[in-house]
T-cell receptor
Framework: GQQLNQSPQSMFIQEGEDVSMNCTSSSIFNTWLWYKQDPGEGPVLLIALYKAGELTSNGRLTAQFGITRKDSFLNISASIPSDVGIYFCAGGNSGGYQKVTFGTGTKLQVIP | SAVISQKPSRDICQRGTSLTIQCQVDSQVTMMFWYRQQPGQSLTLIATANQGSEATYESGFVIDKFPISRPNLTFSTLTVSNMSPEDSSIYLC???????????FGPGTRLLVL
């Protein structure tokens, strides 16, 4: 089946630093989604990407849909303590409905 | 975006019993999904629920163990049947973003089976 690998698996960064994480797949996806999950909560959608090469921003977050359609990147600029959490990518192939496959997750810790 | 609630938020159950989890969406949606998330792990899709038809189960999940109902366009239930400690997990429901290729999630149900 499809597998989405995220890297790094976890990271510690200093408050104010920029963060980069990526997601790679063995298969092509038509949609890439990025979620953040806080402890004890469900995942919250951050950014949705629908077109190869697309670059989309949401505040301090920027994500890109890789041109090969097998990868995606998420950048967080000027990190703050509330950025702590687990970030998941998800790839989708709409075939009448949106069924997605989730990545392995990147755990982010921000040191004040 | 859709706002999704789940009940119960958590439960502790005895081996061999069953628990039904409810998922309510604040707007009509076409597809609803049920996921399982083991502690510290990613999300695994259990099944997709479409109103008016049988749920579609992923490999490794069967209807006898995880029966699902979808009586209308805003509500679904997942039952975890004949539970064992291996069923201890977080169960999440999600709904498609109507008109958008996205999914929105509920807060999850934390299940501990003793």
């Amino acid at each position: 089946g499809q597998q989405l690998n995220q890297s790094p698996q976890s990271m510690f960064i200093q408050e104010g630093e920029d963060v980069s994480m990526n997601c790679t797949s063995s298969s092509i996806f038509n949609t890439w989604l990025w979620y953040k999950q806080d402890p004890g909560e469900g995942p919250v959608l951050l950014i949705a990407l629908y077109k190869a090469g697309e670059l989309t921003s949401n505040g301090r977050l920027t994500a890109q849909f890789g041109i090969t359609r097998k990868d995606s990147f998420l950048n967080i600029s000027a990190s703050i303590p509330s950025d702590v959490g687990i970030y998941f990518c998800a790839g989708g192939n709409s075939g009448g409905y949106q069924k997605v496959t989730f990545g392995t997750g990147t755990k982010l810790q921000v040191i004040p | 975006s859709a706002v999704i609630s789940q009940k119960p938020s958590r439960d502790i159950c005895q081996r061999g019993t069953s628990l039904t989890i409810q998922c309510q969406v604040d707007s009509q949606v076409t597809m609803m999904f049920w996921y399982r998330q083991q502690p510290g792990q990613s999300l695994t899709l259990i099944a997709t629920a479409n109103q008016g038809s049988e749920a579609t189960y992923e490999s490794g999940f069967v209807i006898d163990k995880f029966p699902i109902s979808r009586p209308n366009l805003t509500f679904s239930t997942l039952t975890v049947s004949n539970m064992s400690p291996e069923d201890s997990s977080i169960y999440l429901c999600s709904a498609d973003g109507t008109g958008q290729e996205t999914q929105y999630f509920g807060p999850g149900t934390r299940l501990l089976v003793l």
